[in-house]
C-alpha cells in the first residue's frame, strides 16, 4: 500500500505524559501536513513541512507540540504534558508540489487524554 | 478569510434515492481551489474532486456529479441512486491561491449522510 500511513491509530494517554505520533507520506510527496480534528467538526490545519522544512504553524500549535520531519521523509508530531482538551483525532496528509493539489490523508491517529 | 459553510447537518435517506448535499464558500480571492472529501467511520479522508475556480463545467464521475456555480459561491454534490456503502462524513473544503499558503485546505463542518437500507 503506497498511501499515506499513520502510527498508532488509537492512544489513550493520562494528563500530563507526553505522546508522540508518526505519519509516513506517499513517497514521491514532497509536501507534508498536520490537521487535527475535533468530534462534530471539519479538520483544522496544524502545520506544514516542504521536505524537511516546517514552513508555517497554526497559532493552534501551541508551544507543547512539536513536528518534525527530518530527511523530508516521515514526520513526527509530540505533544507534552498533554491536557484533556488535546483530545482529538490527529491526521497527516501528503501532497504533490504545485498550487491547490490535492491532499491525500492517513487514517488519523485518535487521541484521547484521561 | 476565508470559510466553508454546510449548512446540513445530517441527512437520512433510503437506498437508491438521490441526495444532494450543499457548500457554499466565502473567499476575497479570483483563484481558489474546492475539494469534496469522504469520511467513512475507519477515519481516513478519501479525495473525492478538485475543482479550480476558472473551470466551472460540471463534472460527473459515475453516481457522483457536482454542480459549481461562482454566481452563488457554491459547490454542489450530488450521489445518485444512493448506496448503503456512501454513508459516511462529506467534507467540502477550500484552498485560496494568495498570500503563499495555495496548500492550507479550509474545511466546512461537514455532513453526515446515512444511507438506510
Known amino acids: 500500500d503506497t498511501g499515506v500511513s499513520q502510527d498508532p491509530r488509537h492512544k489513550i494517554t493520562k494528563r500530563g505524559q507526553n505522546v508522540t505520533f508518526r505519519c509516513d507520506p506517499i513517497?514521491?510527496?514532497?509536501?507534508l501536513y498536520w490537521y487535527r480534528q475535533t468530534l462534530g467538526q471539519g479538520p483544522e490545519f496544524l502545520t506544514y513541512f516542504q521536505n524537511e522544512a516546517q514552513l508555517e504553524k497554526s497559532r493552534l500549535l501551541s508551544d507543547r507540540f512539536s513536528a518534525e520531519r527530518p530527511k523530508g521523509s516521515f514526520s513526527t508530531l509530540e505533544i507534552q504534558r498533554t491536557e484533556q482538551g488535546d483530545s482529538a483525532m490527529y491526521l497527516c496528509?501528503?501532497?504533490?508540489?504545485?498550487?491547490?493539489?490535492?491532499?491525500?490523508f492517513g487514517q488519523g491517529t485518535r487521541l484521547t487524554v484521561v | 478569510a476565508q470559510k466553508v459553510t454546510q449548512a446540513q447537518t445530517e441527512i437520512s435517506v433510503v437506498e437508491k434515492e438521490d441526495v444532494t448535499l450543499d457548500c457554499v464558500y466565502e473567499?476575497?480571492?479570483?483563484?481558489?481551489?474546492l475539494f469534496w472529501y469522504k469520511q467513512p467511520p475507519s477515519g481516513e479522508l478519501v479525495f473525492l474532486i478538485r475543482r479550480n475556480s476558472f473551470d466551472e463545467q460540471n463534472e460527473i464521475s459515475g453516481r457522483y456529479s457536482w454542480n459549481f456555480q461562482k454566481s452563488t459561491s457554491s459547490f454542489n454534490f450530488t450521489i445518485t441512486a444512493s448506496q448503503v456503502v456512501d454513508s459516511a462524513v462529506y467534507f467540502c473544503a477550500l484552498i485560496k491561491d494568495s498570500g503563499g499558503s495555495n496548500y492550507k485546505l479550509t474545511f466546512g463542518k461537514g455532513t453526515l449522510l446515512t444511507v438506510n437500507p
Open positions: 513517497s514521491e510527496h514532497n509536501r
Open positions: 496528509a501528503s501532497s504533490q508540489q504545485g498550487r491547490g493539489t490535492e491532499a491525500f
Open positions: 473567499t476575497r480571492d479570483t483563484t481558489y481551489y
